[in-house]
C-alpha cells in the first residue's frame, strides 16, 4: 500500500484556496490508485484528486483523502501512424508538450499557462483559443478512470456518451489515470501584437473571430488612468492574410519580446504611443507553437473568474462590462481576457453544443465586489463558467444552463460512484 501522510496542507498557487486532508497520498501506479480508492470506498471514506494546484475552484476540497498524482506523469506511446499520443495522467502540460516535441508531435490546441497536468486540465475544460479549435479535453479519445468501486474503466472513442461524460467531470466520475489524445504534427505561429481602443475593436469582434486562426484580447481596465486601451494578439499560422489589421500602423520596428501581462506594466507601455489609428502594430515573432500560445506562470497573486458566453453575445456583454468600468466602482489587476473557442459535445463543457467567446476577469483586493458585478451579467447572456475558476452557482442554475446534458452526467456519476466516494461539499451542492 502506498505510504499516507496524515499533516499534508493544500494550498493552491495562488493562495486562495487551504485546507488540511485528514490522509494525503501519491500514487506511482495505477493499481496504487485503486488500492487507495477500495479502501475509502470500504469505510465510507471521501477521494478528491489535485492536479497542478493552478485552480481556484473548490472541488478539490476535502477533509478525507487527497490524491496528487505528479508521479504518474510519464508518456507512454506515440502512435506516429494514428496521430495519438499516450500519457499517465499526473504529467505537466510543460512536459507533456516537450516530450511531444521529441516525437515530432504537438497539441492542437494550449492555454496560456502549462503548469496544470493533463487530468486536471481536461477535467476543468481548459481551453487556449480559436473559434474553430476546442478545449483540451476534445483532444481525449481514450482515458482509463478507476470509478467509485475501484474498478478500473478503459473509456475508447467509440463509448460516445460515456466519453464525453468523462471528458469534462471535475473528477465526480472517478479518478483519471492515463489519457490518448489526438494529436497533430510539430508546427509553428506568428504572434503579432495590436494596440488600439476599446471603439475600435468592439463591432470588429466577429471580423477578426473569422479572419484569424487564434487571437485574443487584452483590455486594460486599469485601477487608475483610462480603462478603455486594448491589445489585440493573433497567432496565426506562417503567410495567413491580415485581413482587417492589414491596415494596421507600424510604430517604430516591431519587437519581438512578448508583452507584459501586469495591467500597470502594460499600461507603462502603452503611454505616448498612441498616434489616432484604429490598430497600431508593435510585436511580430515566430516561433514554436507552446512558444506563442503559452505566457510565464504570472508572478501576480489574484482570482480568476471566466464565462463562456455564447458568441454571439460576446459584444453585448464586454459592452455591459464597460458601462460599469465607466462608473467608476471597479477596477482589474490584471486584464479582461476575451477568448473564443470551438463548440464540443461534452456534458458538461461550457462550450457544449455551441461556439463560445470567453471573457476572463482576474483581480485581487476588490475581488469579491468586481465579480458580484459581472457574474450576473455573464449569466444573463447565457454564460457557463469555467469549472477551475471562480463562479456561484447553484445546482438549479447549473441544471438551466445545460438543459439537454445535466441529467445525463448525473445518471452516469450514480453509475461510476454509486457511493458518492468522489463527492464534496460542492459536487453535492449542484449534483446531488
Not at 4 to 18: F, G, I, P, S
Not at 89 to 95: E, S
Not at 178 to 204: A, G, N, R, S, W
Not at 281 to 305: C, N, Q
Request: with cysteine.
Amino acid at each position: 500500500m502506498v505510504n499516507v501522510k496524515r499533516n499534508h496542507t493544500y494550498e493552491n498557487w495562488a493562495h486562495t484556496l487551504k485546507f488540511k486532508p485528514d490522509r494525503f497520498y501519491e500514487p506511482e501506479t495505477e493499481e496504487q490508485v485503486i488500492q487507495i480508492v477500495k479502501e475509502a470506498a470500504a469505510r465510507g471514506g471521501r477521494v478528491r484528486t489535485r492536479g497542478g494546484g493552478h485552480s481556484w475552484s473548490h472541488f478539490v476540497v476535502t477533509d478525507d483523502t487527497l490524491l496528487q498524482l505528479d508521479k504518474l506523469n510519464k508518456s507512454l506511446v506515440n502512435d506516429v501512424r494514428e496521430n495519438r499520443y499516450t500519457v499517465e495522467a499526473g504529467i505537466r502540460l510543460k512536459d507533456l508538450i516537450r516530450n511531444m516535441e521529441l516525437g515530432g508531435k504537438a497539441m492542437r490546441n494550449l492555454g496560456s499557462i502549462t503548469e496544470q497536468s493533463i487530468a486536471g486540465a481536461i477535467s476543468t475544460g481548459t481551453h487556449g483559443t480559436g473559434v474553430k479549435l476546442r478545449n483540451l479535453s476534445a483532444s481525449v479519445v481514450e482515458m482509463n478512470l478507476v470509478t467509485g468501486t475501484g474498478d478500473l474503466l478503459t473509456i475508447k472513442e467509440t463509448d460516445t456518451e460515456l466519453l464525453d461524460a468523462a471528458r469534462v467531470s471535475m473528477g465526480a466520475l472517478g479518478i483519471v489515470t492515463k489519457v490518448t489524445l489526438d494529436v497533430v504534427p510539430m508546427y509553428e505561429l506568428e504572434h503579432v501584437t495590436y494596440l488600439t481602443k476599446f471603439d475600435h475593436v468592439i463591432d470588429k469582434l466577429d471580423q477578426l473571430k473569422d479572419e484569424n486562426v487564434r487571437y485574443l484580447i487584452w483590455w486594460l481596465a486599469a485601477p487608475i488612468g483610462p480603462k478603455d486601451n486594448v491589445i489585440v494578439i493573433t497567432m496565426n499560422p506562417p503567410g495567413t492574410p491580415p485581413g482587417v489589421l492589414g491596415n494596421a500602423h507600424v510604430i517604430g520596428t516591431p519587437g519581438t519580446t512578448a508583452p507584459p501581462m501586469d495591467t500597470n506594466d502594460l499600461l507603462g507601455m502603452l503611454m505616448n504611443l498612441f498616434p489616432e489609428n484604429s490598430f497600431n502594430k508593435v510585436l511580430k515573432r515566430t516561433g514554436k507553437y507552446y512558444e506563442i500560445l503559452t505566457i510565464p506562470l504570472i508572478p501576480v497573486l489574484h482570482r480568476e473568474f471566466e464565462y463562456a458566453v455564447p458568441v454571439k453575445n460576446a459584444a453585448e456583454a464586454l459592452l455591459q462590462l464597460r458601462h460599469i468600468f465607466d462608473e467608476g466602482d471597479i477596477a482589474t489587476t490584471l486584464p479582461v481576457e476575451v477568448r473564443y473557442v470551438a463548440a464540443d459535445q461534452s456534458l458538461m463543457s461550457p462550450a457544449r453544443g455551441q461556439d463560445v467567446c470567453y471573457i476572463g476577469v482576474s483581480t485581487q483586493p476588490n475581488a469579491n465586489e468586481v465579480y458580484s458585478r459581472v457574474e450576473p451579467i455573464m449569466k444573463d447572456l447565457g454564460g457557463r463558467p469555467h469549472w477551475g475558476k471562480h463562479f456561484t452557482l447553484r445546482r438549479s442554475e447549473v441544471e438551466a444552463m445545460y438543459p439537454d446534458s445535466y441529467e445525463k452526467f448525473r445518471q452516469i456519476r450514480k453509475q461510476l460512484d454509486p457511493h458518492g466516494v468522489f463527492t464534496n461539499t460542492l459536487l453535492s451542492q449542484l449534483f446531488d
